[in-house]
């Protein structure tokens, strides 16, 4: 999916997200880098969201993270390639000025999503406005948890994060949210059953113009049968065909 858009577009924004979804996204995307070259060099990009007080070096940071397993194989760039900084002395002000970034470089034309347990895009959280912007968030304890598998044993989990706010997130042209395994079959299951609501930021996805869903099996485990057909169902989430829901 990444490397076609690329292909097609190589002036493309992307909007990229970290977390265990989409690890298998970059190492495919990476792959087929290594059978076939496009143009990489116009691409530009902006992460989705960052721990506060992590450094970009340290190795639980999403920096590291989108290091490890993109920009390390593409080139890293940092004219194009928009990361949130952790540890920005004005963390308000950094906010505004990276929203106003993304709307300066023409907008994301394409943004990936995973989703958090509890329906968080980025690191928006339950309640937070659909008119928001880069924000500070302070970040639930489920969310804390659920990303404590990343962090070593006993290590403290962050408990403030930067994420784009949920405007700048719908702003872009079209969204591609991707959810895998069992963990999340609730998750979607709530966002089916739900009207739009912040209280399940997911939901605000009905509402985009252009938003596709990705499922595995387990993910899509607790919708309707009816509604299952109409998503890509497959165990491999790149073999299946992308419907778009709504
Ligand atoms: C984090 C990120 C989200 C991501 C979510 C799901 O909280 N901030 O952007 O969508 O985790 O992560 P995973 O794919 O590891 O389940």
């Known amino acids: 999916m990444l490397f076609d858009r690329i292909k097609q577009n190589p002036d493309i924004v992307l909007g990229l997200a970290t977390g265990g979804t989409m690890e298998p996204i970059y190492q495919q995307f990476v792959?087929?880098?290594?059978?076939?070259?496009?143009?990489?060099?116009?691409?530009?990009?902006?992460?989705?969201?960052?721990?506060?007080?992590?450094?970009?070096?340290?190795?639980?940071?999403?920096?590291?993270?989108?290091?490890?397993?993109?920009?390390?194989?593409?080139?890293?760039?940092?004219?194009?390639?928009?990361?949130?900084?952790?540890?920005?002395?004005?963390?308000?002000?950094?906010?505004?000025?990276?929203?106003?970034?993304?709307?300066?470089?023409?907008?994301?034309?394409?943004?990936?999503?995973?989703?958090?347990?509890?329906?968080?895009?980025?690191?928006?959280?339950?309640?937070?406005?659909?008119?928001?912007?880069?924000?500070?968030?302070?970040?639930?304890?489920?969310?804390?948890?659920?990303?404590?598998?990343?962090?070593?044993?006993?290590?403290?989990?962050p408990e403030t994060a930067i994420t784009m706010g949920m405007q700048d997130i719908m702003e872009a042209r079209q969204l591609v949210l991707v959810a895998t395994g069992s963990a999340k079959a609730e998750t979607m299951a709530r966002f089916y059953q739900s009207d739009v609501t912040p209280d399940v930021p997911i939901t605000a996805l009905k509402q985009h113009p252009d938003a596709r869903i990705i499922l595995d099996e387990a993910a899509a485990s607790q919708l309707p049968d009816a509604v299952r057909r109409q998503y890509a169902v497959s165990d491999k989430i790149t073999s299946g065909p992308v419907r778009r829901y709504a």
């Open 31 to 157: 792959a087929r880098l290594q059978q076939e070259k496009i143009e990489l060099s116009r691409l530009r990009s902006f992460n989705l969201d960052e721990y506060v007080g992590l450094n970009p070096q340290h190795p639980k940071s999403y920096a590291a993270y989108m290091h490890e397993h993109l920009f390390q194989h593409i080139g890293y760039d940092s004219q194009r390639h928009f990361l949130p900084d952790g540890l920005a002395p004005d963390l308000d002000e950094y906010c505004r000025a990276y929203s106003d970034k993304i709307r300066r470089q023409g907008g994301i034309d394409l943004q990936l999503l995973g989703v958090g347990t509890n329906g968080h895009i980025g690191f928006n959280e339950p309640g937070t406005p659909f008119d928001s912007r880069c924000h500070v968030v302070r970040l639930s304890e489920r969310t804390r948890r659920d990303n404590s598998r990343f962090f070593a044993k006993g290590a403290i989990v």
